[in-house]
Nanobody, 119 residues
Framework: QVQLVESGGGSVQAGGSLRLSCAAS????????MGWYRQAPGKQRDMVAL???????NYADSVKGRFTISRDNAKNTVYLQMNSLKPEDTAVYYC?????????????WGQGTQVTVSS
């Protein structure tokens, strides 16, 4: 069984920074894309940032220049460094990973971590 465990959420004032981490564990053969999504109350879950297994990245326009996604393949971990945070960044942040286990390839989600940015 595969688990994604997130950490690093919290409350911060506008202009501040937070760093999210998400570690995958279990019977993992390999991990393809990893990413971060967010969902604000009453809204759909949207992509924030994606990173491929070789480090290519893609960002939502709303976070370009402020957020940086990275990964440590040896630790099966993905990070999201969030700088210059704005109140509109407030949401539950979820990590996602496309993981190849010994018997299947599937998408897995973390439990979510709350990020609250006050003005």
């Amino acid at each position: 069984q595969v688990q994604l465990v997130e950490s690093g959420g919290g409350s911060v004032q506008a202009g501040g920074s937070l760093r999210l981490s998400c570690a995958a564990s279990g019977r993992i053969f390999s991990i393809n894309n990893m990413g971060w999504y967010r969902q604000a109350p009453g809204k759909q879950r949207d992509m924030v940032a994606l990173i491929t297994s070789i480090g290519s990245t893609n960002y939502a326009d709303s976070v370009k220049g402020r957020f940086t996604i990275s990964r440590d393949n040896a630790k099966n971990t993905v990070y999201l460094q969030m700088n210059s945070l704005k109140p509109e960044d407030t949401a539950v942040y979820y990590c996602n990973a496309n993981i190849h286990t010994t018997w299947r390839l599937a998408d897995y989600w973390g439990q979510g971590t709350q990020v609250t940015v006050s003005s």
